[in-house]
């Protein structure tokens, strides 16, 4: 059993803030995502895309973005339960909330935030009759360990950033790396876009371009994959692989999160924007673009701001016979949990006789 302060449900950037305003008030948090790595969207799906609306960056990459913010709560020691999706949320006699993931891993915590995002993401699957029968024996909808595919024969499909990044990156782990895109062009940034087609020029990357993969054959596990040309006078080309990974983007789902009893609307968690962003369940959460109120706007400055004022609010409920006098950081500093200390230079003023 994880026990912390704050269960907070979703990694991506206001769940990773959420640590560093619990941080300043001596909160712990321990963080669920469903993905394999902190930083949700940001993250998974558009990493190189530059975001233009975070206060005092003109522009920022949002993998960046998220390095920037595992730096910043670096200090606050939080707790990370990743490639597990949150299932189950049960009160306890205490107040408390026990959040049980797919896998069992059980957290306890006097206060729940929900953090998800857009919900949990599932993978966009392609249209493949048989692909059930090979997941999990050499299909894989996300890499969650490179090391997974070390010396072994990788056929990727997609053509965004996701798909791009990867295939650059298993071209130095795995044996032979297949990239598979329907268009000739594709929707990454551009150096990933040179770097790959560079690649490609060396014999690392294996590049086609206006095709899919259509078929996949195998026994007990994944054998090969057959890739159809959109120019049907092309042959189909039969490439022996262990793995096949289509990386066609996440689709946003509220999932079990749905079940839990919260007032829902429109596909997200109905809170009280007018004091804490409180769901209808006393103790539980939701702040960022997973919850709705009216004038929501779903922004990543949006979800900063009502982490900053939920944490006050989740304050109050951990420790109910203490009262917390808001410093600013200015004035405070900020101490981490790893015993680091970033206070502004104190002036020394020496009285004149």
Not at 112 to 117: E, N, R
Request: charged share 25%; glycine share 10%.
């Amino acid at each position: 059993m994880i026990k912390t302060d704050i269960i907070i449900i979703g990694a991506g950037p206001t769940g990773l803030f959420t640590v560093f305003e619990a941080g300043l008030l001596k909160l712990k948090c321990h963080l669920i995502d469903a993905l394999a790595q902190p930083g949700g969207q940001c993250a998974e799906i558009y990493p190189k895309k530059p975001i233009y609306d975070i206060p005092a960056f003109p522009e920022i990459l949002a993998g960046d973005l998220v390095s920037n913010l595992m730096e910043q709560i670096r200090p606050f020691e939080p707790g990370f339960t990743l490639g597990e999706r949150a299932e189950t949320l049960d009160k306890q006699e205490d107040g408390s909330f026990i959040v049980t993931t797919n896998k069992g891993t059980q957290h306890q915590a006097p206060v729940v935030v929900i953090a998800g995002g857009l919900g949990s993401f599932e993978p966009r699957k392609p249209l493949i009759a048989n692909i059930g029968l090979f997941e999990s024996k050499g299909v894989e909808y996300m890499v969650k360990d490179p090391e997974q595919f070390r010396d072994k024969k990788v056929v990727i499909s997609g053509g965004g950033d996701s798909a791009l990044d990867w295939a650059i990156f298993l071209a130095d782990v795995a044996s032979e790396v297949s990239l598979v895109h329907r268009r000739n062009e594709f929707r990454g940034a551009l150096d990933s876009v040179e770097k790959a087609r560079e690649l490609a020029k060396l014999g690392k990357i294996q590049l086609y371009t206006e095709a899919e993969v259509q078929e996949i054959h195998g026994k007990d596990e994944l054998q090969a994959v057959v890739i159809k040309y959109n120019d049907e006078a092309k042959e189909d080309s039969y490439v022996e692989t262990d793995f096949f990974i289509p990386l066609f983007g996440l689709s946003p789902k509220l999932g079990p999160i749905g079940n839990w009893g919260l007032e829902i609307e429109k596909n997200a968690i109905k809170v009280n924007n007018a004091k804490d962003y409180q769901t209808n369940i006393p103790g539980v959460f939701a702040i960022g673009d997973v919850n709705i109120y009216p004038g929501k706007l779903k922004l990543i400055l949006s979800g900063f701001h009502e982490a900053a004022v939920m944490c006050q609010f989740a304050y109050q409920i951990i420790n109910p016979d203490k009262r917390y006098v808001m410093k600013y950081t200015t004035v405070g500093g900020v101490e981490g949990f790893d015993g680091s200390k970033k206070e502004a230079k104190k002036e020394v003023v020496q009285s004149i006789n």
